[in-house]
């Protein structure tokens, strides 16, 4: 990190309390919108507190409870002469795109036939 001179710092944070000083003043009005939008739509503070409105659809994985099958390690499906590996899941490995590039055919991979 380079050493910046007292000068320099103490220029970077009058630029920075000036931002602070803007973005404060801007918040003001903003707040007042939202307001004068919620009074005209008739939802109040409590209303928002209260989860009235949720987003639609899936609903959430509690306690970060994970799937049945997740974490399970899958079968290889493909491997090539060097050892080189592939579950047929995901993005096609550089390895296989490479040989298929070069006129290799996918099954010629393939673990059991």
Known sequence: ?????????KARIAQLQ??????????????KK????????GVSL????AG???RKGRPRRK???RGPRRGR??????????GNTWSGRGKTPRWLAA???AGAKRDQFLTKK
Do not use: C
């Open 1 to 9: 990190m380079p050493k910046l001179s007292v000068i320099a710092l």
């Open 18 to 31: 000036k931002q602070l000083t803007t973005a404060q003043n801007n918040k003001v009005p903003a707040i």
């Open 34 to 41: 939202v307001m004068a939008l919620m009074k005209k739509l």
């Open 46 to 49: 409590a209303d928002l507190s």
């Open 52 to 54: 009235k409105f949720q």
């Open 63 to 65: 306690g970060g409870k």
């Open 73 to 82: 390690k899958v079968a290889i499906k493909y491997r090539d002469q060097k």
């Open 99 to 101: 040989a298929e590039k």
